[in-house]
């Protein structure tokens, strides 16, 4: 009989529902035409030195792409704002079994052309 509810209590915890974090929960705002700031992703459902966990991003803006190591960095080519769903898999046998998610906010603004202000030449090249 003890072995009966062992069992009932091991299953019980296998199916309830857990609750995983991705971090960070938010992104700073990047420029367009300049280079982002690398961000990697981690999540309290997985170990992020494990082969085995495959990310992905959808929604980024063009120019920052997401490693599939969670590295998220690149030069984004449009300012806007964007929403980020961001996903963590595991790869089990030949399936992606997904482990958290979590959608983030994140603007890229615009950039100013650089103006030459003045009435002068310049040299012959």
């Known amino acids: 009989m003890r072995s009966l509810h062992?069992?009932?209590l091991?299953?019980?915890v296998l199916l309830s529902p857990v609750s995983a974090t991705i971090k960070p929960l938010s992104l700073t705002?990047?420029?367009a035409g300049l280079g982002f700031k690398e961000v990697v992703f981690t999540?309290?459902?997985v170990n992020a030195n494990d082969p085995s966990v495959l990310w992905k991003v959808s929604g980024a803006p063009l120019g920052i792409p997401m490693g599939?190591?969670?590295?998220y960095v690149g030069k984004p080519t449009t300012p806007g704002n964007f929403t980020l769903s961001v996903f963590v898999y595991v790869k089990v046998g030949g399936r992606l079994v997904l482990k958290d998610?979590?959608?983030i906010k994140h603007t890229i603004n615009a950039t100013t052309?650089?103006?030459i202000n003045g009435s002068?030449?310049?040299p012959s090249a």
């Open 6 to 8: 062992l069992l009932a």
């Open 10 to 12: 091991i299953f019980a």
């Open 29 to 31: 705002p990047g420029t």
């Open 43 to 45: 999540s309290d459902q």
């Open 68 to 71: 599939n190591t969670g590295k």
């Open 101 to 103: 998610s979590t959608t």
């Open 113 to 115: 052309p650089p103006t």
């Open 120 to 122: 002068f030449t310049l």
